[in-house]
């Protein structure tokens, strides 16, 4: 058997109850406003259930298989990025605590040089003085 035939055997007995008595239908839903479809003819209690799209042929199926697909592949790719996401936010936190901790050393460092400049210049202050002291007594000396 081809695949055309088969597909062909499908396509009839998709269109067609079991009893051989269909009727078209033209859907009043929101999510399929004026579409048209076939239902058995007979009574809800003697029927198979049977029901079926006009348009829903095996292509558009496929289209919707794959549109259905490429939502999912979409669905996926933001999870993942999603997940990349996290995994960045917890790296920038990392860095935000690192960068904390050399800003708080940095301040520590600063205030070492601040004292430690003050130091110098007491000591420059210091060498003058000893400086003009020595002066001073020399002059005293030789006069
Ligand atoms: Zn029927």
Known sequence: MSESSCDSISNSMMMTCFCGEVTRFTSRTSLNPGRKFYRCSK??????GFWRW??????????EVNLLKSK????VEME????????VKIERDKFLKKMEN???????????SRNLEAKVSKLKMLCILS???????VVAIFK
């Open 43 to 48: 009574p809800k209690i003697e029927n198979y």
């Open 54 to 63: 006009k348009d829903s042929s095996p292509g558009n199926s496929f289209i």
């Open 72 to 75: 999912l592949e979409c669905c």
């Open 80 to 87: 993942n990025l999603r997940e990349s996401l996290n995994a």
């Open 102 to 112: 050399l800003e708080s050393l940095n301040y520590f460092e600063v205030n070492k």
């Open 131 to 137: 400086f003009t002291v020595f002066v001073v007594f």
